[in-house]
């Protein structure tokens, strides 16, 4: 498997979907529809799916994405490689237009996220990497580096450090979130929209991200790639929002447990 050839795939068709969803974001007034569960729906998501399928169809690898997540748990637990696809991530972002959104794109290999990409397209920054390159980068125009692999941690390690860089959602605060902060010592808090979140992560600008809030698995699974690949990783919690193991993937419903990313 050439993995530098399907990330290289897996970038541009990223690129297209950011040009699909730059054009409706300059575009004047954003309409927005309502998909059955409430979350919200533009044309940008819809162009953005299209542009991202018409890229990632030449290998043949199945793709499993929020725009089409109809495909059933008997077809695609048999699948061995998919990509893991959203196309807009943050689309309460794009509509208050904060610039606070991405496209994500994932390669699954044994319902592992193993190659991620997270493009930020008002940025401009590209992040990629996971464990089947064995490293991960950022770049921004012409210049790329490699992000820095980091010592393992955990949240008891956390609460004996000042100033701890917490990371919250701007749309999901609640009271389990401020359960988990009360115990750091003077801890920062970063407000962030989408997978940006991860990306404070994945860069070393922020220590931990909790999540007691409904996300699905394509909203995690490139991030999640990224991180694994500089030490880091998405975690589920158990009862007392304690970590416990990885986030598991393509399973029969797709949405994802509360986690902590770390």
């Known amino acids: 498997m050439n993995y530098e050839a ?31 569960d409430s979350s919200p729906l533009t044309l940008a998501d819809q162009h953005a799916q299209l542009a991202i399928i018409a890229g990632l169809q030449a290998p043949g690898i199945p793709i499993l994405s929020e725009e089409a997540d109809e495909i059933p748990y008997d077809q695609r637990s048999k699948w061995e490689r998919f990509w893991m696809v959203d196309p807009l991530d943050g689309t309460k972002e794009f509509i208050q237009r904060n610039g606070e959104f991405t496209v994500n794109i994932a390669l699954m290999q044994h319902n592992e996220p193993v ?26 125009g012409e210049t ?22 917490i990371i919250t959602s701007r749309f999901h605060q609640n009271q389990e979130t401020t359960d988990f902060i009360r115990p750091f010592d003077e801890p920062s808090l970063v407000t962030m929209g989408s997978s940006l979140k991860f990306m404070l992560l994945a860069q070393g600008d922020a220590d931990v991200y909790p999540r007691f809030a409904p996300t699905m698995e394509w909203d995690t699974a490139a991030s999640d790639a990224i ?12 009862a007392m929002n304690e970590i416990t193991v990885p986030l598991q993937y393509n399973k029969i419903n797709l949405r994802n447990p509360y986690f902590i990313a770390i």
């Not at 699909?20 to 575009?27: F, R, T």
């Not at 790329?144 to 860089?165: A, D, E, G, P, S």
């Not at 991180?227 to 158990?238: C, D, E, F, K, S």
């Open 144 to 165: 790329t580096r490699r992000l820095t692999t980091i010592k393992t941690r955990n949240v008891n390690h956390l609460h004996q450090i000042k100033n701890v860089n």
């Open 6 to 36: 399907l990330l290289e795939l897996a970038t541009n068709a990223a690129y297209a979907a950011g040009e699909e969803i730059l054009k409706v974001y300059s575009a004047g007034e954003i309409v927005v529809d309502y998909k059955v």
């Open 115 to 140: 190659l991620g990409v997270v493009y930020a397209p008002v940025s401009g920054k590209l992040w990629y990497g996971g464990t089947a390159l064995a490293y991960s980068a950022v770049k921004e």
């Open 227 to 238: 991180l694994r690949a500089v030490n880091r990783g998405i975690y589920q919690v158990n």
